[in-house]
């Protein structure tokens, strides 16, 4: 079947640190990587994306490249900021035998950056 | 585009009381999810919509729960009596087939039982 698996958090990091968080996935088909990130007293926001083997999804710093030898899909970003703080959550859909569309989420990892 | 729209933020009722969401999804989407996230399971997917058809309503808790769409514009998630475990952040996603299926979430639904 298909699921996420995702670094248990809390993670706490001083600004401008290395940020890595961890995701693996499994999957039957050909899945769709996704990472969503979740502020505050807000709904999860799409962070970036990647729909195939090798691609490098990148967004506001943030950056995460789909492998598939290693079923990973890890966020990376060089140097974090305190507006960084927030939950991310790893999802993959499983296009294209996807009936439904559905997305598989991990359980998220919440990151606070401190000054 | 507004995004997705979710009403009420904020419900606050009583063990016993009927709650209804309501979940505008972005114009054009033909996919509607409505998930509950709580600390203690996280993202859990209740049930989602294509083109207005229930397809899969296996996270849908109990019987005390439903979930209507009755045109592409508006879908409701009804609880039937509610219970203090019920407590939790209601949220609705959007999606739209053919466009990597991300899904656009609204910012949710704060839902408390006393």
């Known amino acids: 079947g298909n699921s996420v698996t995702q670094m248990e958090g809390p993670v706490t990091l001083s600004e401008e640190a290395f940020l890595t968080i961890n995701c693996t996935y499994t999957?039957?088909?050909?899945?769709?990587l996704f990472w969503y990130v979740q502020y505050p007293g807000e709904g999860l926001q799409l962070l970036l994306k990647a729909t195939k083997a090798d691609d490098k999804g990148s967004n506001k710093g943030f950056e995460a490249t789909y492998r598939k030898e290693t079923t990973s899909f890890h966020l990376e970003k060089g140097s974090v900021q305190v507006s960084d703080s927030a939950v991310y959550f790893c999802a993959l859909s499983d296009l294209p035998l996807n009936t439904g569309n559905q997305f598989y989420f991990g359980t998220g990892t919440s990151l606070t950056v401190i000054p | 585009d507004a995004g997705v729209i979710q009403s009420p933020r904020h419900e606050v009722t009583e063990m016993g009381q009927e709650v209804t969401l309501r979940c505008k999804p972005i114009s054009g989407h033909d996919y509607l999810f409505w998930y509950r996230q709580t600390m203690m399971r996280g993202l859990e997917l209740l049930i989602y919509?294509?083109?207005?058809?229930?397809?899969?309503d296996s996270g849908m808790p109990e019987d005390r729960f439903s979930a209507k769409m009755p045109n592409a514009s508006f879908s409701t998630l009804k609880i039937q009596p509610s219970e203090p475990r019920d407590s939790a952040v209601y949220f609705c996603?959007?999606?739209?087939?053919?466009?990597?299926?991300?899904?656009?979430f609204g910012p949710g639904t704060r839902l408390t039982v006393t």
């Open positions: 999957a039957t088909g050909y899945p769709s």
């Open positions: 996603a959007s999606s739209l087939q053919g466009s990597s299926y991300e899904q656009y």
């Open positions: 919509f294509n083109n207005n058809v229930p397809i899969d």
